[in-house]
């Protein structure tokens, strides 16, 4: 909660989830008291919160964002693709740029959404794996693509995990508390989207990839 609140506090529009939003207790009270959390919009119906919103920019340009969830290799959940039929419905008559978080496993199921929404919405934006893909690129249809936008967290890290801990853990097959690293450099990971506010078209799409250390500050 703590970590939203800070996020939102430095002028993020919209935070969406995944899989992991229920781990804490007091998010059911976040995703209900807070319009600018989403958690996945496949849940069941009556799932706290929402998936879907339209927010605005400041130039009051509305877009709309919907979260989703993959089912391979994942918790079987209602099917994404129906779910982004029924928002897409809902978003029509409100706004032509459309920004979509399929947090999922298996590329296949990523790929094969952007596909399914090319042309329908501003982007496709993979997230799950915690690893930066580059297979970013503008679809026929004009949606802006990519697999997955990567993590924020340490670099000398097994996806955001201590290293150390996530070996041992490979190699005793034994559970293990996650920790995070406590010190060394982090990278701050995403992409950049620019889409024409009248088509909903997009117009590039770049992976960011900043590294930073706590003594040196930015440093690539």
Known sequence: MATAQELLDAGAHCLTSGNHVWAQREALGLLHNEPRILRPANYPPGSPGAGMRVFRTGNDVPIGVLNLQGRVFMDPLDCPFRAADHALRE????????????????????????????????????????????????????????????????????????????????????????????????????VFVEVDDNTGRACRIERLSVLWHPTHGQIG
């Open 91 to 190: 978003f029509a008559e409100q706004t032509r740029v459309i920004l979509v978080d399929l947090h999922a496993e298996a590329t296949s199921e990523k790929q094969a959404m952007g596909w399914y929404l090319d042309g329908q919405v501003s982007a496709v934006i993979g997230t799950h794996t915690h690893v930066q893909t580059a297979d970013e690129r503008i679809l026929p249809q004009g949606t802006a693509f990519i697999s997955d936008a990567g993590f924020c967290g340490a670099l000398d890290s097994v996806i955001g995990v201590d290293k150390d801990i996530a070996v041992k853990r490979f190699l005793s097959g034994m559970p293990t508390r996650f920790q995070v690293p406590k010190k060394g450099a982090c990278v701050v990971q995403g």
